[in-house]
């Protein structure tokens, strides 16, 4: 009887927390999801998962990008959001984005729909929000069709957490694109996949080329061999990668993307921290690389590849593998949890931990995060 009550005993003290605190109730969520047997309470978890969306929308409304330096691609989206009100829906294929016209005439949408969107952090806050919610659509619908229900509470925490440490906070455009693009290559033999392409194509002109790879890659039965040769590859252009550019750019094509690299002469990351995920994420995918299975085992071990062979071209790596952005726990639970759960367990534990100091600034401040409100914001304005 007790053990029957359980799940709905633990819900009601998450609720009472998510009044409390926003941060420490999306963490304990996590951890719930990733000890509890949810195969007869399917329900539950679903609802679960819509809080951590919510519970992550309003940690990063949290953050005060007005200020930020690091961010450039917010002023000149909020820039572009501000003329936008001046322009018609005939505009967009030449102004601002052409041909990546999906960013512009949403915003314009929402701004004669009658949303006044007069800051940075709104324009940046409304992205992440929709891109989110969608991402939570394609999760529920798509992500766990093939795992066993016993596994989808794991499977959940696993992916939120992951998305709360990367909180998708640059790129804005391709944030958007690659959320249409996991809907594409969820429906790679029919229709739809081509109009949800050309979605993912018009918020961001990279994910035509990528989605039909991806199309190529969940396809095909790809061996160890052909992966070494693509490795090979890889390393090959990236030796040669300012050579190839200068080659690509002297017969016209694609000069303002190329010659933003070409302007590059040193080794340079976005984010220390991401390049360290993305080592721990390629020697799990190496030590237990005979335990991943799936539909999504050659995109995992490409992603893999291009992350580390681009390493050190300032966002190249995140552009191209923008999809491990929002599934890097996703593809580390597929990775692990059949033979190894407990130290996928032990995996989410750690992370939380880390999420933890770093978002509740225990031990440093960080940047611009609870600048809007308090982490503790409910509990203050009761008192």
């Not at 819900?11 to 941060?23: G, W």
């Not at 949800?196 to 790879?213: D, M, R, V």
């Not at 252009?237 to 303002?256: E, H, K, T, V, Y």
């Not at 995920?277 to 999504?296: A, H, M, R």
Request: proline letters at 2%.
């Amino acid at each position: 009887m007790l053990y029957s009550l359980f799940p709905q005993l633990i819900l009601l003290i998450l609720l009472f927390l998510v009044i409390i605190s926003p941060l420490y109730s999306f963490v304990l969520i996590v951890f719930f999801l990733t000890v509890y047997d949810f195969s007869k309470t399917h329900y539950l978890r679903k609802f679960l998962s819509l809080i951590l969306v919510f519970l992550l929308i309003f940690i990063f409304g949290s953050i005060d990008f007005s200020s930020s330096t690091e961010i450039p691609d917010y002023y000149i989206y909020y820039q572009a959001n501000t003329l936008l009100k001046g322009y018609s829906l005939n505009d967009f294929y030449i102004w601002p984005f052409q041909p990546e016209f999906g960013w512009s005439a949403y915003f314009w949408s929402l701004n004669k729909l009658g949303l006044d969107i007069t800051e940075i952090n709104q324009v940046a806050l409304i992205n992440f929000s929709t891109a989110l919610l969608l991402f939570y659509l394609w999760f529920e619908i798509y992500a766990l069709e093939d795992i066993e229900k016993k596994f989808h509470g794991i499977a959940t925490a696993s992916t939120y957490l992951f998305i709360s440490v990367f909180t998708l906070t640059f790129l804005q455009r391709q944030s958007l694109s690659v959320v249409f693009l996991l809907f594409a290559i969820s429906n790679n033999k029919n229709k739809k996949f081509y109009l949800y392409l050309l979605l993912a194509s018009i918020f961001h002109i990279t994910s035509l080329p990528i989605g039909i790879l991806y199309k190529f890659l969940i396809n095909k039965n790809i061996g160890k061999k052909i992966f070494l040769i693509i490795f090979i590859i890889f390393i090959i252009f990236r030796i040669f990668f300012l050579q190839i550019l200068s080659a690509i750019s002297s017969l016209g094509f694609a000069n303002g993307k190329i010659d933003f690299y070409l302007g590059l002469n040193s080794f340079s990351v976005v984010s220390i921290r991401l390049a360290l995920y993305v080592l721990i994420f390629n020697i799990i995918l190496f030590l237990f690389f005979n335990d991943l299975k799936g539909k999504f085992k050659n995109i995992i071990i490409f992603t893999a590849i291009c992350s580390i062979s681009l390493l050190g071209i300032n966002l190249a790596s995140e552009r191209l593998n923008f999809i491990t952005i929002y599934l890097y726990g996703y593809f580390i639970f597929l990775i692990l949890y059949k033979r190894n759960t407990y130290l996928l367990v032990m995996f989410n534990v750690l992370f939380l931990i880390l999420f933890i100091i770093e978002r509740s600034g225990l031990f440093f401040n960080p940047a611009g995060l609870w600048s809007e409100y308090s982490d503790w914001f409910f509990l203050k304005n009761l008192f």
